[in-house]
């Protein structure tokens, strides 16, 4: 693939399990399995999504379980989880995290094309809504699944201006490696603010949309640990753009970044960001 090729929807599709694969279980161990940061939405998800005891629900994009052993401790016995996740390697943590298997069940799937013989009391997902190049359709095809007056609950990062966490280094090294995002990947950022997120979700039939604003606080250590923390956790392909460079080109791409944490940088040296998100719910109407 040269580099400026412009992905097709199916390309960008097997590239996403393709790191997801491989990047799960780092992505388990640094942030799905700690209430730290971002991940304080986890609990506030489940609460606000009003699961209770007996309810059918579809964790959609799984990952590693983050929600789903939540969930499966709020159904209880009575009730069911079904996890959906593209990455193999997600839904084998998630299996493995959650000791009580009776009420779960895992399905590896694109959300897209998921079909059920069932319908849900609810369904959840939380941070992959924007990596479905077809979100909307992604929408329609779960409403179908949901019983009437079912909720749908969502969490999402706010847009890049709000999670200098990704913005501070996103902004630098795409000027550096202009196709580190590669072109044909969805932007990521378009349902980080209430607005565009309501456009999306009000148009896919969901009615009684709430969203919920919250700005939780990350401590990544210092710039140093901070940075190479990011390289550490980073998946392979682009791990392998950030070697083509130079180490001139390395060290001032680091400069530019440790530049855009200085804000956030109190006297002892530790990076304190602010982190926005959004948790939606919304009913079938
Ligand atoms: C950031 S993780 C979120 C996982 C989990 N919900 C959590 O809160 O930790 C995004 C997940 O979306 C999954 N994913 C991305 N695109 C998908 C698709 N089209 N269908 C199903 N899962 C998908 C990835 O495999 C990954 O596990």
Sequence with gaps: ?????????????????????????RYHERWAKYDIG??????????????????MVLDLACGTGAITKRIAAKVGSSGTVVGVDSSI????????????KTNLDFVLSDAEFIKFNKKFDVVTCQYALFFFPKAGKVLRNIKQYLKKNGTLALTLHGNKDTVPY??????????????YVPQGTP??????????LKKTISASGFTDIRILEYTFTYRPGTFSDYWQNYLKYLAKPLKEKIK???????????????????????????IVFPWKILILTAKKP
């Design 1 to 25: 693939m040269t580099k400026s090729k412009k992905l097709t929807h199916l390309e960008y599709k097997k590239r996403l399990i393709k790191i997801w694969n491989e990047v799960a279980p």
């Design 38 to 55: 971002p991940f304080r939405s986890s609990s506030e998800l489940v609460k606000l999504a009003d699961i209770r005891p007996g309810h």
């Design 89 to 100: 390697s997600a839904i084998k943590i998630a299996k493995k995290e959650i000791n009580n």
């Design 166 to 179: 990704f913005s501070s280094i996103l902004d630098v090294v795409e000027k550096f490696i202009p196709d």
């Design 187 to 196: 932007n990521l950022d378009r349902f980080g603010t209430s607005s565009n």
């Design 244 to 270: 083509t460079l130079s180490a001139e080109q390395r060290g001032k791409m680091k400069d530019q970044i440790k530049q855009n944490t200085l804000p956030y940088t109190k006297k002892s040296g530790q």
